[in-house]
């Protein structure tokens, strides 16, 4: 997967985030908003795991090849610290 991927992703969740708000000014019912509001949900999650994979995949990798190990600390502390965020 490639970031490419993840900004697609991106651009349908802004798409249905733009669909949300008229539905909402719409006074559409709610059940309907939520369905579009976990599709959205969906969308983010998917691109944050092609986000986080493309990181491992080429960044991570790279930095674990080098010999500066404080890099590579540091590229360990950056995954858990968003490994962290992304399951609050």
């Known amino acids: 997967m490639k970031k490419t991927d ?7 969740s ?5 669909k949300i708000i008229k539905m909402i ?21 998917s691109a944050h795991q ?14 674990l090849e080098s010999k500066q190990n404080k890099r590579k600390l540091e590229m360990i502390e950056e995954i858990l610290k968003v490994t962290k965020l992304s399951n609050k």
Do not use: P
Request: net charge negative.
């Open 6 to 12: 993840a900004l697609t992703n991106f651009k349908k």
């Open 14 to 18: 802004k798409s249905l985030l733009e």
């Open 25 to 45: 000014n719409d006074d559409e019912y709610c059940i309907d908003i939520m369905q579009q509001n976990l599709a959205v949900i969906g969308m983010l999650k």
């Open 50 to 63: 092609i986000l986080m994979e493309n990181h491992l995949q080429h960044c991570f990798y790279s930095a």
